[in-house]
């Protein structure tokens, strides 16, 4: 009997500590859900002030995004509108230098028309002189200018292109510009032609 007492006795003070011990698990588990829980309400609820800030930043952020849509689709408009007054400018361009030459051209078929009819040589050639000048006239009015060159002068790359080389006529003309092959032009300032040269060697 002392036996089985003691027996029931220890199997109570076993329970009484299992007991124990699961109520303070679960207490410290509770515990620890508290503090979980806390800290998750201090970080999903952000001050006012944080939340004012940032909304204020989306806004920014949505502002500056549709100034850089306004800003990029203008300058695309602006692109196309000077492609296209830039091609209007060479379509103008060319028509009024073509404008410009058909009086000229006129005069041609008014001197052509008068070769038939007539014998006097001199009359022709001076006919073609006078259309030759008023070319060249309604040409440099344009900016076309003719790129002075004469024999004896030095070779200038920037301005002369050296076609064929001959013995020179003499010693000062050795390395020097013998003849003019064709003419060099400049228009408003920049070389449209070089003059084609020969130079003594």
Do not use: C
């Amino acid at each position: 009997m002392n036996r089985e007492n003691e027996n029931i006795k220890n199997q109570h003070q076993s329970n009484g500590q299992m007991q124990d011990e699961s109520n303070f698990k679960e207490n410290e588990s509770a515990g620890e859900n508290n503090v979980e829980n806390e800290n998750v309400s201090e970080e999903e609820a952000l001050p006012s002030h944080q939340e004012d800030e940032l909304v204020n930043w989306e806004e920014k952020a949505t502002e500056w995004e549709d100034k850089y849509i306004r800003l990029y689709a203008e300058f695309q408009n602006y692109k196309n509108r000077v492609s296209k007054d830039r091609l209007e400018l060479i379509k103008s361009a060319g028509e009024d230098i073509i404008s410009s030459i058909l009086p000229v051209l006129d005069d041609f078929d008014r001197a052509l028309k008068n070769i038939e009819n007539t014998d006097d040589i001199e009359m022709v050639k001076e006919g073609y002189r006078l259309i030759h000048k008023k070319l060249h006239d309604t040409l440099q009015k344009k900016g076309l200018k003719e790129i002075e060159v004469s024999p004896g002068d030095a070779l200038n790359y920037e301005l002369h292109n050296a076609v064929a080389q001959i013995p020179a006529p003499s010693e000062d003309l050795k390395g020097k510009i013998v003849d003019v092959v064709e003419k060099g032009y400049t228009l408003n300032g920049k070389i449209i032609r070089h003059a084609k040269v020969v130079i003594g060697q």
